[in-house]
Each structure stands twice: as C-alpha cells, then as structure tokens.
Antibody
Framework: EVQLVESGGGLVQPGGSLRLSCAAS????????MSWVRQAPGKGLEWVSV???????YYADSVKGRFTISRDNSKNTLYLQMNSLRAEDTAVYYC???????????????WGQGTLVTVSS | SSELTQDPAVSVALGQTVRITCQGD??????ASWYQQKPGQAPVLVIY???NRPSGIPDRFSGSSSGNTASLTITGAQAEDEADYYC????????????FGGGTKLTVL
C-alpha cells in the first residue's frame, strides 16, 4: 500500500525551529517529486516546497531562506527543517507525492494525514 | 507568480448537477487537478489530467478545461460529496512553483 506518515509537529515559540518527517511506504521517495503543503486553521491549501527526484529544491516565497526540504534515501523519508518560525507558519503540514507527466500535468497523490505546527509564545 | 481563482461557496440540491470552476493563466499551459477535503481529513485527489479519476472515485466526478478555466462537475451530487474542493496546477512562470485555488465549499441541500 502506498502511504505517507508525517510526524514532528508541535508547539514552538516564535523564532524557534522544528523538523518535520514524512515516512513513505509502498514507493521510493528519491524516485519521485515530493512536496510539502500546509493549511492554516480555517484556510486553504498553500504549497510550501518541492524536492525533485534529481535533488533540485524549490520554495514558496513565504518560506524561502527559512525552510529546507531534504530526504534520506536510506530511510525513504522526506523532511522539512523549519527555522525562524513565525505565528503565520501555524498550520497543518502535509507531505504529498507529486506525479508530473509530459510537463503539462501534475497531481498530488497520496497525501499524508498531516501534522500540526503551532507557533506561539 | 500565477494564481488560481475559485468561487468560495457553491450549493446544489441532492441528486442535481453542479460545476465548480477554477480560473488562472497557468491553466492555459497545465491541466488542473482537483482535490476533495472533508473536515479534519487530508485532501483526496478526485480528478487529474484531461479528465482522469483515480481508482475508487465515483464516475459522477468529471473534469474539463477551456482556455484559462478548469471545471469539476459532479453529476447527481450525493450528501457525501459535501466538502471543500481545491484545484491546483503548476505555476506557468517557470519558477517550478505549484499553485492552489482558494477552495470552494460545496453544500448539498
């Protein structure tokens, strides 16, 4: 079964750091595009970051310079290192596999169950 | 960067047909994909590509596209279809970003 399981969320003070993990089963993380998507309480989905199978990484402007996406191939796990956290980073963070075909279509499937990050003093 | 625009809320009578739309310049270059999200749950892919349904998604869900607008149609809406629906696509500005629409809350009356 293809599955993603996030962990690492919690309460952190403004300016603090947190590392999220996303363990994959049923497929190989390093062979796929993998993204983080977040959802603030009561708000819509916001793409955060992607790591390509070749290792290139890209970030939303709102997190660039503060967040780092990475993967551990031996553990088949995706990570999101979040530094200099702000109140506006409070959200449920989902990891998701992105399928991209012919540079004309892409979709996210599967998604993890999400992990809640709360930034507050 | 690109943006995708959705109507915030749409309602449909039980058993009737409803169309949820998504507009944006990136849709001239990329197909949209569509996600259903129920309260407290992760999003679920319902339509991708030109008009493809993942395994397990009922055939009452369909997708279409014209110009800068993508549409998700539910033919014969059921009570269990009440949810938030999001569209997404790749950003067409070449920055390797991904964009999501703001979401549409579907109410089945």
């Amino acid at each position: 079964e293809v599955q993603l399981v996030e962990s690492g969320g919690g309460l952190v003070q403004p300016g603090g750091s947190l590392r999220l993990s996303c363990a994959a089963s049923g497929f190989t993380v390093s062979s796929n595009y993998m993204s983080w998507v977040r959802q603030a309480p009561g708000k819509g989905l916001e793409w955060v970051s992607v790591i390509y199978s070749g290792g290139s990484t890209y970030y939303a402007d709102s997190v660039k310079g503060r967040f780092t996406i990475s993967r551990d191939n031996s553990k088949n796990t995706l990570y999101l290192q979040m530094n200099s956290l702000r109140a506006e980073d409070t959200a449920v963070y989902y990891c998701a596999r992105e399928e991209v075909v012919a540079a004309k279509m892409g979709w996210f499937d599967p998604w993890g169950q999400g992990t809640l990050v709360t930034v507050s003093s | 960067s690109s943006e995708l625009t959705q109507d915030p809320a749409v309602s449909v009578a039980l058993g009737q047909t409803v169309r949820i739309t998504c507009q944006g310049d990136s849709l001239r270059s990329y197909y949209a994909s569509w996600y259903q999200q129920k309260p407290g749950q992760a999003p679920v892919l319902v339509i991708y590509g030109k008009n493809n349904r993942p395994s397990g998604i009922p055939d009452r869900f369909s997708g279409s596209s014209s110009g800068n607008t993508a549409s998700l149609t539910i033919t014969g809406a059921q009570a269990e279809d009440e949810a938030d629906y999001y569209c997404n696509s790749r950003d067409s500005s070449g920055n390797h970003h991904v964009v999501f629409g703001g979401g549409t809350k579907l109410t089945v009356l």
